[in-house]
């Protein structure tokens, strides 16, 4: 096991743990994520059949354990709240309250401006820019993991841009607004 | 419609890819002694959960029979008293045709009469509307679109009711997403309209549909884009080109850097029921309209997911043979006298020399003089004119050697001049110089002139 576990973590290990971390945006969070991706592929590993390359395949298993992560959080705050939200608003709420990251903070405006814009979007959304910019990944790649027609990708990613469009735009007029108050 | 602003799709993408690397702290070593720790730890736990199992063997049965019991308490009482509603409910219909003495039909009647005078009103303010558009084509002499972009001519918004024509069409999440940031009287331009044109052609032993382009002229919002332009030629009442896309089509989304167009349908679209006439010509139409604005790839989707059933082509994700790439022109005349020009790809013009490379202007304007056997269009430049070239950086003349023609009217001078036109407009030619005897015969253009190259091919009369 060990040496499987040493081949996988020198090819993906920073890739992967870079794709969890900007899916739960908590560094803590993807620590134990990418732990427990590790656990499922390498229990599964003798069952992996060659279908999908290597590469997707454990971007996919780190997709479903992210997700799954991201939803039982939702649930766990639904309950405490006693209240019932759609998914994709209690994910976002949960995430604006996240410090940038210390990474981020260093970067450009506008580079904090997008990653706080992107959190608007739907789960489908963020999967797509995630995979496609940040971990550029081809368009018939990130339909692997997803489990997507590339035609699917496509659209979401053109959907994704002009949703982080319109929140970008949003943003930019309220902080004029204020400023002119 | 929203202003634009300083966020485009270039900058998130660049901003995208400026997202830092973030790294695990912690060391191979360390991740493995976690990872081992945790196995240990879920083989111990699956260990005592099967012995809780077993313990717990007769709880889920006996808590799942006394939900059952509890359920079909609960069901019961609600059953009885939606059939009392149901009865009540029936009863009270018919008592009240029976009261009015009359079919409900007639209300129905009553409803349509609003609509369609509705409707009336709607396209007596459309027409109204034409009118005053067609005014400012006549005096613009055709707008051209320009390689897939659209050219925008600013004008001074004189009223909102200019653009009734295009905002009763336009989509309906442009409500929601597209309201204006300050409500300032946003300015309009005029740019032109691509029109499908379908005709029915013989083609060997049968008939079939061919489509061609003309141009109109329309207001539009400053902020519209070639999306907007295109969904409106698709689904306008105003243009009859065979098929309506109206209530059907929701949206366009264009993504230019990958050659790829997404048309998206609402659920209730029914393009599963098109015959198969109307099959071929919205197929021509749509390869034809995206081919020419330079797209290769166009997706059809419902409400986002791919996949379309179209007609008996069944469900189709992506639209075949889409050709973006053209080499020159040819000439239809339509039985209304019109003159339109076919691309050669639509045609099926050869469009590569023999060795399979691509035609060189030159070569297009030589290739533009004759026509496949039994062809239903005609050539677009007469067989006995010489043509010499002399490309530019990013712009071309045409010099015209002799005048052996045997055009007789200024019109058939035109339609040869426009032909070149277009044929340069796939070359990346930004401007077109003509030069040479026949200048004389027309007023369109003069020796010398400058003229801005176009892709949209525009009717003549």
């Known amino acids: ?181 | 419609m929203s202003k634009r602003s300083n966020w485009d799709d270039g900058k998130i993408e660049e901003s995208l890819k400026q997202f830092p690397a973030v790294k695990d702290n912690r060391s191979k070593d360390e991740l493995f002694q976690s990872i081992q720790n945790q196995l240990d730890t879920t083989t111990t736990n699956k260990r005592n959960d099967l012995r809780k199992k077993k313990k717990r063997a007769w709880y889920y049965p006996a808590a799942a029979a006394a939900a059952a019991v509890f359920l079909i308490i609960l069901v019961l009482p609600s059953l009885v008293s939606n059939e009392q509603q149901q009865m009540t409910t029936e009863n009270y219909n018919a008592g009240d045709m029976a009261g009015n003495g009359e079919p409900a039909g007639n209300n129905t009647a009553a409803v349509m009469d609003e609509a369609n005078s509705m409707e009336e009103s709607l396209n007596e303010s459309a027409s109204n509307n034409n009118e005053e558009v067609y005014t400012a084509e006549n005096e613009n002499g055709g707008m051209p679109a320009n390689n897939g972009e659209v050219n925008n001519y600013a004008v001074e918004n004189e009223a909102a009711e200019t653009n009734e024509g295009y905002n009763n069409n336009n989509r309906e999440e442009n409500e929601e997403e597209e309201l204006p940031v300050e409500e300032e009287a946003e300015q309009s331009s005029y740019v032109t309209v691509p029109v499908p044109r379908t005709m029915e052609v013989a083609t060997g032993n049968y008939r079939s549909g061919k489509v061609a382009f003309t141009g109109v002229v329309r207001e539009f919002p400053e902020s519209a884009g070639l999306d907007d332009i295109l969904f409106y030629s698709l689904t306008s009442e105003e243009f009859n080109w065979g098929y309506s896309l109206q209530g059907q089509l929701q949206d366009i989304d264009l993504m230019p850097d990958e050659n790829t167009a997404v048309l998206d349908f609402s659920e209730d679209h029914r393009l599963m029921s098109l015959a198969s006439e109307q099959e071929n010509i919205l197929r021509e139409t749509l390869r034809e309209i995206f081919g020419l604005y330079g797209f290769s790839t166009v997706i059809l989707t419902v409400n986002g997911d791919p996949g379309v059933d179209f007609g008996q082509a069944g469900p189709i994700e992506e639209l075949e043979d889409v050709t973006p790439v053209n080499r020159g022109y040819y000439l239809y005349k339509h039985e209304n006298g019109e003159s339109l020009f076919i691309r050669g790809a639509a045609a099926g013009e050869e469009m590569t020399d023999d060795s399979g490379n691509l035609l060189s202007f030159e070569d297009t304007l030589e290739k533009m003089k004759s026509v496949n056997d039994g062809a239903w269009y005609s050539p677009a430049i007469p067989e006995e004119l010489e043509l010499e070239t002399s490309p530019g950086d990013n712009e071309i003349t045409v010099t015209i050697e002799n005048e052996n023609s045997q055009f007789e009217t200024a019109a058939e001078y035109d339609l040869l001049f426009e032909s070149v036109i277009l044929a340069a407009s796939d070359f990346n030619f930004e401007y077109i110089t003509f030069e040479g005897v026949l200048l004389d015969s027309t007023e369109s253009f003069e020796d010398g002139e400058k003229i801005k190259v176009r892709n949209l091919p525009l009717a003549s009369q």
């Open chain 1, 1 to 181: 096991m060990r040496e499987e576990f040493d081949r996988l973590y020198d090819t993906y290990h920073h890739t992967l743990f870079q794709y969890l971390f900007y899916m739960v945006r908590n560094r803590e969070v993807a620590e134990e994520l990418v732990q427990e991706v590790y656990i499922k592929v390498l229990n599964s590993y003798k069952s992996f059949e060659g279908k999908s390359s290597e590469k997707t395949w454990l971007y996919s298993v780190a997709k479903h354990v992210g997700i799954d992560y991201i939803r039982s959080q939702g649930r766990k705050k639904r309950k405490w709240e006693g209240k019932q939200y759609e998914w994709s608003e209690r994910e976002f709420e949960l995430r604006d309250q996240a410090p940038l990251p210390d990474e981020l903070a260093v970067r450009k405006d506008e580079v904090q401006e997008v990653y706080k814009a992107l959190a608007d979007c739907t789960e489908d959304q963020q999967q797509v820019i995630l995979l496609r910019y940040i971990q550029s990944l081809s368009v018939s790649e990130a339909a692997e993991v997803l489990g997507w027609t590339e035609s699917k990708v496509k659209t979401t990613q053109h959907r994704a841009l002009k949703a982080l469009r319109k929140r970008l735009e949003e943003k930019s007029t309220s902080k004029l607004k204020e400023a002119s108050e």
